[in-house]
Nanobody, 124 residues
Framework: QLQASGGGLVQVGGSLRLSCAASGPTFSVYNMVWFRQAPGKEREFVST???????YYADSVQGRFTISRDNAKNTVYLQMNSLKPEDTAVYYC????????????????????WGQGTLVTVSS
């Protein structure tokens, strides 16, 4: 089970840190990911951190967002800096235990478990 938190209202150029807490004893073997969905748009990949610690980012957030994980706390984070109005969306965390996302890490259907989402609103 995944529980996302940390969303809110922030001004352009501001920062937020999202958290996604997972239950279960095997968090370290999960590939974790953040997706987002803006109103009227399709869900899109944001960033992933693999069980190895390797990270990938969407071009739109590269250099502004940082994903990290704390396996001792069963939590993955998304530090979002220099926020823009186009970052406004519901952000979802998801987890892949089976390794289905190893190749297509940017595809949502490769992840078995999903959190409930947390809303990020960037105001101009």
């Amino acid at each position: 089970q995944l529980q996302a938190s940390g969303g809110g209202l922030v001004q352009v150029g501001g920062s937020l840190r999202l958290s996604c807490a997972a239950s279960g004893p095997t968090f370290s073997v999960y590939n974790m990911v953040w997706f987002r969905q803006a109103p009227g748009k399709e869900r899109e990949f944001v960033s992933t951190i693999r069980r190895s610690g390797r990270t990938y980012y969407a071009d739109s957030v590269q250099g502004r967002f940082t994903i990290s994980r704390d396996n001792a706390k069963n939590t993955v984070y998304l530090q979002m800096n220099s926020l823009k109005p186009e970052d406004t969306a519901v952000y979802y965390c998801a987890a892949d235990y089976r390794g289905n996302s190893n190749t297509y890490y940017y595809v949502g259907s490769k992840y078995e478990y999903w959190g409930q989402g947390t809303l990020v609103t960037v105001s101009s």
